[in-house]
């Protein structure tokens, strides 16, 4: 079945503009998740991070029409794009899987959730390397010729070219289903298939070719991965641990466990202070933090201080990481009924170890369960008794690193610390709801609008098995 990325989302783009514009003028946003809010699915528990970026690559995202800079640490999801520019590479970080760019590559994500990752390549060259599988869980790399099916861990390299209708499927370790609209193949390890043609297709078997530049690049960033420290502390679906050997040490803490420590900050740091917020749905406001190392620290697990230094605490590596935009505490201003254009502020408190997370966002019971369980020290029953009790400002092991911003910069994704108000927690009070807190274009759309990909690679349609 063939489908076209960019003719079918017209419409669904031009009604989530039309929703967020209404939203916007004074559509409320949703308070805190409640265990009784079963309506409409949970959102994804993984995400896409953009985790490298080399030369320049643009982002798309999926309720807009238009291309900007993309960036380090930006989750992606659902209907997102990139497009690496001549001389230009990316790599996504994707739990269990990781998909490396090379240039003049067009990437969209057509579904990303719990059980299926499934993307479009309209052209360029891409490499996914799968690390693990449930039985469950569906692979699916759609081209303009053929649909790609990924059944078992391995390392797999997909070429589409940008002139003579022609993609490449190449499979160094693994095994990959190939499915075109009439036709099947199964290509095995070491084994490339050349595909011409889409209604009826020519298919060539070859061994694989000498492996080029880009394929060492792949390797080299993966066997970061497969040789992290990390990978003996934290689940494997934790997204960006990849990068903590290279920023800091892990050591043995009485009552936490094993714990990383930055090595790399600034004197005075404390987290979630050096970033800014951005509006990405359907979880809301989300932080993006500005260092290389600062997304596993920032969406899973919790902060605490010991020996007078800030370290991070990982969830359980026995249980499946659950993805959180950020897991504070929201605080503001008691009483406080101000607009945000005339002085407001808003502030979190990141959460200890033994802190509930209370989404801005909706989701069930189940999901509130597992976003807490995954990310902190709790147990199921701990969490249980504590989800009924009401947050007060003095319940929060951190709340000396509160961070308090005018609501201006915040609902304009502005930068963090250069915008910090002198606000102690003794004056705030926590936040049931950040519904007067609504985005700016700014912090929904971000970044500099640049040249999109040529209209020929956009609208190409690809063959979709699912």
């Known amino acids: 079945m063939k489908s076209s990325f960019c003719s079918a989302n017209y419409v669904v783009k031009t009604l989530t503009m039309l929703v967020f514009s209404i939203c916007l003028a004074g559509l409320a946003l949703p308070t805190w998740a409640d265990d009784n809010d079963d309506n409409g699915p949970d959102p994804s528990t993984r995400v896409a991070r953009i ?12 309720h807009s029409d238009e291309w900007i800079n993309a960036r380090l640490n930006r989750p992606l999801t659902n209907r997102d794009q990139l497009w690496t520019d001549s001389g230009s590479r990316a790599e996504l970080q994707i739990g269990m899987a990781t998909i ?40 699916e790399i759609d081209t303009p010729n053929a649909s790609v099916t990924i059944p078992e861990p391995g390392s797999y390299r997909i070429e589409v070219s940008d002139h003579d209708d022609v993609t490449i499927v190449q499979v160094r370790d693994g095994s990959a289903e190939v499915a075109g609209e009439r036709q099947r193949y199964t290509v095995k390890e070491n084994e490339q298939l050349r595909l011409r043609g889409s209604g009826r297709l020519n298919a060539q078997f070859d061994d694989l070719d000498h492996m080029d530049d880009f394929d060492r690049w792949v390797s080299s960033r993966n066997s970061r991965a497969r040789n992290a420290t990390a990978a003996r502390y934290v689940d494997a679906n934790v997204i960006g641990y990849e990068d903590l050997d290279d920023y800091g040490y892990w050591r043995w803490e009485a ?3 094993n714990v990383w420590y930055p090595n790399t900050v600034v004197r005075g740091w404390s987290h979630y202070r050096y970033g800014h917020w951005e509006w990405i749905g359907p979880w809301g406001w989300t932080w993006i933090d500005d260092a290389a190392w600062g997304f596993a620290p920032f969406h899973y697990g919790r902060w605490t201080e010991v020996h007078h230094r800030w370290c991070w605490v990982p969830g359980r590596r026995e249980i499946r990481a ?145």
């Open 322 to 466: 659950v993805y959180a935009p950020a897991l504070v505490a929201w605080m503001g201003t008691p009483g406080a009924s101000m607009s945000v254009t005339v002085g407001g502020s808003v502030g979190w408190i990141p959460l200890g170890p033994r802190e509930i997370f209370r989404p801005h966002y909706r989701a069930s019971g189940v999901y509130l369960s597992r976003v807490n369980v995954s990310n902190s020290l709790l147990d199921r029953e701990e969490y249980d008794r504590m989800r009924r009790l009401t947050p007060r400002d003095h319940d929060f092991v951190n709340r000396g690193a509160v961070s308090v911003i005018p609501a201006t910069t915040f609902t304009s994704a502005g930068n963090v610390h250069r915008n910090l108000l002198p606000i102690g927690p003794r004056d705030l009070r926590p936040l049931d709801t950040l519904e007067r807190f609504r985005p700016d274009r700014s912090a929904v759309i971000g970044g500099a609008r640049v040249i999109s990909p040529p209209s020929r690679v956009i609208d190409r349609e690809v063959v979709v098995q699912r």
């Open 100 to 139: 490396h760019l090379d240039q003049n590559t067009q990437l969209g994500i057509m579904e990303l959730s719990d059980k299926v990752l499934q993307v479009r390549l309209n052209q360029g060259v891409l490499n996914i390397a799968v690390r693990g599988m449930d039985n469950d869980d569906t692979v």
């Open 255 to 257: 009552g936490f466990g």
């Open 51 to 62: 985790s490298y970026l080399q030369g320049n690559v643009s982002l798309q995202i999926g």
